[in-house]
């Protein structure tokens, strides 16, 4: 099979070409998305408490560091017009 026929409009495009994990259809889709966090025993509260915090982290500190790089290239923008 060369290159060219794992292609989506190819007439022998293989779809388990594309198949990088098997699901197991009897488990609950939003278990399964939050599965490898079941075997550290996080329960799904804490792990969107955490990923709240860490947006708000994100965002705290990366504001005042993207506002200052745009006043700068403003300032710059307006010496070279």
Not at 16 to 45: A, K, Q, V
Request: aromatic share 10%; proline share 5%; net charge negative.
């Amino acid at each position: 099979m060369n290159q060219d026929s794992n292609t989506p409009n190819s007439p022998d495009f293989d779809e388990d070409f594309l198949e990088w994990e098997e699901r197991d259809d009897s488990i609950p889709y939003l278990t399964h998305c939050i599965g490898i966090f079941s075997t550290y025993s996080l329960s799904s509260n804490f792990i969107i408490i955490a990923g709240s915090i860490a947006g708000i982290t994100e965002h705290v500190t990366m504001l005042p560091v993207d506002t200052v790089k745009v006043l700068d290239l403003l300032k710059l923008s307006l010496i070279y017009q």
